[in-house]
Each structure stands twice: as structure tokens, then as C-alpha cells.
């Protein structure tokens, strides 16, 4: 925040807030947008495996919509 905290307790707060946010809603590109968290439980795999299955079928009812493939649903390397 801009204008700083009031105690430490706020700091805390704000740290929980903000840590939550990051590793458990916020879906990263370099991993191909699955949370940190979802990484690191290992449920990375079966997300991308289902958004595959969602992304082929969503191709085959309107192919018009992509003009190539659809997005990289591969689990991220190290």
C-alpha cells in the first residue's frame, strides 16, 4: 500500500491477503495460468489435461473461432 501501515498487525494482515491471492487465485502465464498453488499440490496435471478436453470440443462446435491451435495446455517444466 501507498501509504504504509498503521501497526503490525495490519502488515500482517495484508501479507496474508496478498500471499493468499497470489498462490491460490492469481493464474500464472509462465505455468500456463494454473495457480502457484495448484502447482505445487501436483493439480496442475489434471486441470490442463480437463482444459484440454474443454478447448477441443469448444474447437470442434465453432472451428471458425481459431485460426490455429488452441492454447498450450501443457504442464510447465521446472
Not at 3 to 30: C, D, P, T, V
Not at 49 to 64: G, L, S
Request: with cysteine; charged share 25%; proline share 4%.
Amino acid at each position: 500500500p501507498s501509504k504504509g501501515f498503521s501497526s503490525l498487525q495490519a502488515i500482517r494482515e495484508w501479507m496474508l491477503a496478498f500471499s493468499h491471492a497470489y498462490n491460490e487465485e492469481h493464474r500464472h502465464s509462465s505455468i500456463n495460468f494454473v495457480t502457484p498453488g495448484a502447482r505445487h499440490r501436483g493439480e496442475d496435471h489434471a486441470l490442463l489435461a480437463h482444459r484440454k478436453v474443454v478447448y477441443e470440443h469448444a474447437k470442434q462446435q465453432n472451428p471458425r473461432r481459431w485460426s490455429g491451435d488452441t492454447r498450450n495446455c501443457n504442464v510447465a517444466g521446472a
